[in-house]
């Protein structure tokens, strides 16, 4: 009788031990976000590289992109203002008498956040006159103040400025330019919405340069 108790007794023991041992089966990466089953557990799942109960804004990446900033695809390098001008004009310059400047816009091109406007100035001064001119003087004692006009969404785009509080643009004064020669001055901007296809141009007190493309 003793030995059948034990039996019975070591059975039901067997028993119940497996029967624990299958309602506590081990946690199935079923490949849910990293859920775990039996119990999900916050901040595990990831999709895209956020995770669950605290964000991790900027550490997915989609096509190189971060994400939580604007995206900048990868594309050929290039250097501003190396190709044909959009357009050009020369106009009279009150520097000296009988003084002209051609201006030529290289582009718009913008990038992210920011455009980048290059431009081209080219002084031809008659003999007796200043022979290494600067934009500040060809605009008559007066700074260029270059801007961009947004036509669609009714805006004034001038230009930003660095941690430093200084212009992102070539210097009207200290950029001197040998008389008949071409020098290229830079300026950036907050770039135009991607709607915004062209704008125009306000260079100092010359006629301002219409539809300029948005290059992206």
């Not at 805006?155 to 509080?165: F, G, L, N, Q």
């Amino acid at each position: 009788m003793r030995l059948r108790y034990r039996a019975a007794t070591l059975t039901a023991a067997a028993l119940m031990l497996t029967g624990g041992l299958t309602g506590c089966s081990m946690f199935d990466d079923s490949g849910d976000g990293g859920s775990k089953s039996g119990g999900s557990k916050t901040g595990a799942s990831t999709t895209g590289g956020s995770t669950a109960g605290g964000s991790t804004a900027g550490a997915s990446t989609a096509g190189g992109a971060v994400s939580g900033g604007i995206g900048v695809e990868g594309g050929k390098p290039s250097v501003d203002g190396t190709g044909a001008a959009v357009v050009k004009a020369t106009f009279d310059s009150p520097i000296y008498p009988g003084a002209k400047v051609d201006i030529a816009v290289m582009g718009l091109k913008a990038s992210g956040k920011l455009a980048t406007l290059t431009v081209q100035f080219a002084p031809h001064i008659p003999a007796g006159g200043p022979d290494n001119p600067n934009p500040y003087n060809l605009n008559g004692g007066n700074s260029l103040g270059t801007a961009l006009i947004d036509p669609v969404n009714l805006k004034r785009y001038v230009v930003v400025a660095d941690s430093d509080h200084k212009k992102l643009e070539s210097d009207d004064i200290f950029t001197h330019i040998a008389n008949n020669q071409t020098a290229t001055l830079a300026y950036t901007y907050a770039a135009p919405p991607e709607n915004v296809k062209a704008v125009d141009v306000q260079i100092g007190s010359w006629p301002t340069f219409r539809n300029i493309p948005v290059a992206r």
